[in-house]
């Protein structure tokens, strides 16, 4: 694909001596939710990691193959500029053991931003895009860890967020909170798929079918098969996936 | 208590769900709760008993201080020179000698002993290598202090040619005190969750801002808890300064670490052994001294950590 935003071809990735990821090629265009779904242990979360190399924080994990952004190898990144332009949300909310405003600003501030008022704003509008400001606004000195799960879950986004990240992974982000944050999640990142890619891997096939625009079906460390959601779901080509979607496994 | 299976039943027994058995008068349910609570009230005797056994000798040694080292402090005692052959006069010179001693043990453990922790916990991985310096480091902690005191008089004094001096007796107990620090402070990091690394990782932050702003804020409670307990160590101990830096009779104050001084522990040595005729309360005296030394380090680090631990953050 030519607008492709995230290119993967040929992915392979072990864990100690057992290969997880079996040759995965995929292209993720600009804009929009690419879903992807998968039970259990079909390497989706380590997909995900080759994205921002943090594969390689995993003790003896390692993986082959090429994964480019904008058309870049992401090898060439420096590792710490490819975090920031991908982002990662990870399935169980961290606040970090700081004010909710230094959680959201201790990014910017690592790589030197330190104008109150730039970094004011970044916060504000960093906390508004995950839909939390409002609740938090008054408080922005209590710490982010007294937060409720779902609020520290946004204020997790709201993070993510402030390195203003061309790509937005979102791993399993509402396993662990309410139903009513988790459509607030929803709707928040329909909003943004307008400014950045977002990949969102899930469990709930009704969540992936609600907000992704694509959706690929990964099993065992392999695609079995991608497209637009509504195509995937209604009419999927592979019998695998047919079964997947009617609940007949995983 | 009485547990004869036909006994008759506390009267606050629950009673089971009646099952088969209970048709025959003993319901086998209620005598298992009466063995349970038996069970229960022997284990709290015995950990009672284990407590008290441990709490008693040092409560005892603590009494024993106290009622006969009192009767000696005076601000004479605790502010003066000792005089004729330290059978009269003050201590003064072994307190400041102490503090001295243990002053030069911190300024070089803690910034060793603190790094090469973050370095063990935070960046050498799990290897055969780190597993061995890990290995070595235990068991530096269980090497005697006398051996430590030799390895000083070896290194210190005659091979960096310190001459036994504050510097050479500081070094000593630093060495002696170094595993521990880098053991607690490990321990410190390594209960920082992982999970506050992951999601710092995550956001493009190195690894030692993330050490620096995330992980080492929140060890600091554990690791100044190490450090302390391990200066009141540096303060008690006699026989790493035996060779190395403390001085048997030396009634003038130290004015550099070039200088040799005396020591509280080694003065209490010093005078129980030393010196006969002399009046106990003084023994007893210094004694008390170097123990409610070593007791001020140990409260200064309970409210240190009792104040970092109210503003813990997670």
């Known amino acids: ?250 | 208590m009485d547990t004869h299976p036909e006994a008759p039943l506390q009267p606050n027994a629950v009673p089971a769900p009646s099952s088969g058995s209970a048709a025959d008068g003993v319901n086998p349910a209620d005598a298992h709760l009466g063995t349970r609570r038996r069970t229960e009230s022997v284990a709290s005797l015995v950990l009672l008993t284990a407590t008290l056994m441990a709490a008693l000798p040092a409560l005892g040694i603590l009494g024993l201080l106290i009622i006969r080292g009192a009767p000696a402090l005076s601000f004479e005692f605790l502010f003066t020179m000792p005089l004729q052959g330290m059978t009269a006069g003050g201590i003064l010179p072994a307190i400041v000698g102490t503090l001295w001693l243990v002053g030069v043990s911190l300024l070089f453990a803690v910034p060793v002993g603190v790094l090469a922790g973050v370095y063990l916990s935070e960046y050498a991985g799990e290897s055969r290598l780190s597993r061995i310096v890990d290995l070595a480091i235990v068991n530096l902690a269980g090497v005697p202090s006398i051996v430590h005191a030799l390895f000083g008089l070896g290194a210190f004094v005659l091979f960096f040619r310190f001459g036994t001096s504050i510097l050479a007796g500081g070094l000593t107990l630093g060495v002696m005190t170094l595993p521990v620090i880098i053991t607690s402070t490990k321990a410190a990091l390594q209960s920082v969750p992982q999970s506050f690394r992951l999601a710092s990782w995550n956001l493009g932050i190195t690894r030692w801002q993330t050490i620096r702003h995330v992980v080492l804020p929140n060890a600091l409670p554990g690791i100044l808890t190490g450090i302390i307990l391990q200066v009141s160590r540096a303060a008690g101990e006699t026989a790493p300064v035996l060779f190395t830096g403390a001085a048997f009779y030396l009634p003038v104050l130290p004015d550099s670490v070039f200088s040799q001084s005396m020591a509280l522990s080694m003065h209490v040595f010093a005078l129980v052994t030393q010196v006969p005729g002399l009046p106990d309360s003084m023994k007893y005296g210094t004694a008390l001294v170097l123990v409610g030394t070593v007791v001020l380090f140990n409260s200064f680090a309970i409210a240190l950590r009792f104040y970092l631990r109210r503003h813990r953050k997670w």
């Open chain 1, 1 to 250: 694909m030519s607008d492709a935003h995230i290119s993967v071809r040929n992915l392979r990735a072990s864990h100690g001596p057992k290969e997880v990821l079996h040759g995965l090629s995929l292209s993720i265009p600009r804009g929009g939710i690419y879903g992807i779904i998968g039970p259990a242990g079909s390497a989706k979360t380590t997909f995900l990691t080759c994205l921002n190399r943090t594969l390689q924080l995993v003790p003896r994990a390692s993986s082959v193959g090429e994964v480019s952004l904008n058309g870049i190898p992401v090898s060439n990144f420096e590792i710490n500029d490819l975090r920031r332009r991908v982002a990662m949300v990870l399935p169980l909310p961290v606040g970090l053991p700081m004010s909710i405003y230094d959680n959201v600003a201790f990014a910017p501030r690592m790589v030197g931003m330190h104008n109150k008022g730039e970094l004011d704003a970044l916060v504000e509008r960093c906390l508004t895009q995950a839909a939390l400001w409002d609740e938090v606004k008054d408080r922005l000195d209590q710490l982010g860890t007294k937060l409720s799960g779902g609020q520290q879950q946004r204020l997790t986004l709201a993070r993510a967020l402030s390195t203003e990240p061309e790509v937005l992974c979102l791993d399993e982000f509402s396993i662990a909170i309410d139903p009513v944050t988790t459509m607030r999640i929803e709707s928040v990142l329909v909003e943004l798929k307008s400014e950045m890619t977002i990949v969102l891997v899930t469990n709930l096939l009704a969540q992936a079918r609600r907000i992704a625009d694509r959706t690929a079906f990964f099993l065992n460390g392999n695609l079995v098969e991608e497209g637009p959601t509504e195509e995937l779901f209604v009419a999927p080509t592979d019998p695998r996936t047919h079964d997947y979607i009617h609940g007949k496994f995983g």
